[in-house]
């Protein structure tokens, strides 16, 4: 199977906050893969903007050494040198004038215009105005910007207001690079695009539902960033929400961006508030050799959690009495983020010698390992009566689509290229962005108001023994983590 590249609009892409991490780890390495996929148009351009003061050649130079660190694979020296060449360089005072005459130069009538805004949102507010102000954004222009979008309703809501006053929602592009994973779509695909699972996807045959995004890294060298977050904005507010909207919602009529969003929207809305003693943060410690969250963080006092676990409800008609466990942390054991849905157990058995059928599982492996698994009863081979056995039907992308399962783009390739096609569907409305702050930030009041600390956990293991107990109340287990 060869993936096909559907060629987009010649365009001119300027990305402020070119010389910051985001831009050097994922931007351009995504970049330069759509241009060796012969996606980028041979006159598209890349213009870096930041205040480092320097010319093209520099930011060319500057770009190629970050592909070549963190583009995966060996860069091929002839695509490399052709794609360095669309990209420009102007250096730009965000909140000063500086700059701005010589970027509105470079941009092309007639090409599609995009502006990455891979900065501070303190600054979404200057870049919008001077865009507009100089006459260099016009009604067709896209901006994109980054998480965090706010740290609460309240700042969420003031930034939306910000850039409204110099865009329009369908030229607002809010990232969640969760959905611009291959496999994250692909949960749209297996739900609406067979019907094998749907007449079984609702509180009558489902348990639960658990969602976990396990990472072993921790938070050294972004300890103080992080610390103002915690898990629960830095991972739930968006990129669980998400997970948890394309599970639970409702077939939108059409993959089209507003009627996807309109759908997990109403799940949000319909999210119940999270009881206290359905929650569990936690806070790793050291393993003797490398810091603990507190060292990570800089701050001996914090309560700040890297880990969390809770029981989540959907109030509606579909979910009601099905919870969704959800849980993410630093330091655990593996990397491992899953969907796995527990349907329940068969009303009767037929079978009286062999013990009751156990319950089907579902497993969607979302990173690494890309692929499902279903869990299904078989009988076991052999006479002597019917003894039932559980065993996987396993699936990997890999083994199932060849090279294109194996070397799946990155979430940033996709994402940049649907903004230059003008596809919001992958993207956040601001509704829906608001929707989930509304939901979170109760739960993180309840916490500071609770003064409790988060509960320690040894890095490489599973979380605090709390959050098992959280399943165990229930008479429900965690999948294992590896
Ligand atoms: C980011 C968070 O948005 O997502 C990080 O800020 C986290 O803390 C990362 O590590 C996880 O993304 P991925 O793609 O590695 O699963």
């Known amino acids: 199977m060869v993936s096909r590249v559907i060629p987009v609009d010649d365009f001119d892409l300027v990305i402020f906050g070119a010389t910051g991490d985001l831009a050097h780890r994922k931007i351009l390495p995504g970049l330069y893969r759509r241009f060796v996929a012969g996606q980028i148009p041979p006159d598209a351009q890349i213009i870096g903007a930041a205040r480092t003061d320097q010319g093209d050649d520099d930011f060319r130079a500057e770009a190629k050494a970050a592909i070549c660190e963190f583009g995966g694979v060996k860069p091929d020296d002839s695509s490399l040198a052709e794609f360095l060449q669309t990209l420009g360089y102007v250096p730009i005072d965000a909140k000063g004038e500086g700059g701005w005459k010589e970027l509105k130069s470079r941009m092309r009538a007639g090409a599609v215009h995009a502006f990455y805004f891979s900065v501070a949102p303190s600054l ?103 610390d103002k977050s915690g898990a629960i904005r830095d991972m739930v507010q968006n990129h669980m929400m998400q997970l948890l909207c394309l599970i639970a919602m409702e077939p939108p009529y059409h993959f089209d961006p507003d009627a996807v969003r309109d759908e997990k929207l109403k799940v949000i809305r319909a999210l119940e508030p999270v009881e206290p003693q359905e929650i569990v943060r936690g806070q790793y410690q050291s393993d003797g050799k490398a810091p603990s969250y507190l060292e990570d963080a800089e701050d001996p006092n914090s309560s700040t959690e890297s880990y969390v676990a809770m029981k989540v409800r959907i109030s509606n008609w579909r979910w009601q009495g099905t919870p969704f466990y959800l849980r993410t942390g630093k330091k655990l054991r593996a990397r491992t983020s899953e969907i796995a849905i527990t349907f329940k157990e068969p009303p009767h058995s037929i079978f009286d010698d062999s013990g009751h059928p156990k319950a089907n599982e579902l497993v969607i492996r979302l990173q690494p390992n890309e692929g499902m698994n279903m869990k299904v009863m078989i009988k076991e081979p052999g006479p002597g009566g019917m003894r ?95």
């Open 388 to 482: 039932l056995v559980q065993v996987p039907l396993d699936m990997s992308f890999a083994d199932a689509l060849g090279p294109d399962g194996r070397d799946m783009p990155d979430a940033y390739e996709r994402l940049i290229m649907d903004v230059i096609r003008g596809n919001q569907t992958l993207f956040m409305r601001g509704d829906e962005v608001e929707a989930a702050w509304a939901w979170t930030d109760p739960i993180i009041q309840a916490w500071e108001d609770s003064k409790r600390r988060p509960e320690p956990y040894d890095p490489g293991s599973s979380g605090p023994d709390e959050a098992l107990r959280l399943m165990h109340r229930d008479n429900r287990r965690w999948r294992e983590i590896r």
């Open 124 to 226: 979404f507010g200057d870049i919008a105005e001077r865009l507009a102000g100089h006459g260099i954004a016009d009604d067709d222009s896209r901006i994109v910007v980054e998480k965090p979008f706010g740290r609460d309703l309240k700042t969420a809501r003031a930034l939306n207001a910000t850039l409204a006053q110099h865009f329009s929602e369908q030229q607002i592009y809010r990232i969640d690079h969760y959905l611009g994973k291959e496999t994250v779509q692909n949960l749209m695909a297996v739900r609406f695009a067979n019907v094998l699972f749907e007449p079984l996807w609702n509180a009558q045959f489902i348990d639960h539902v658990q969602i976990t995004v396990a990472e072993t890294v921790g938070v050294t060298g972004r300890g103080s960033y992080y």
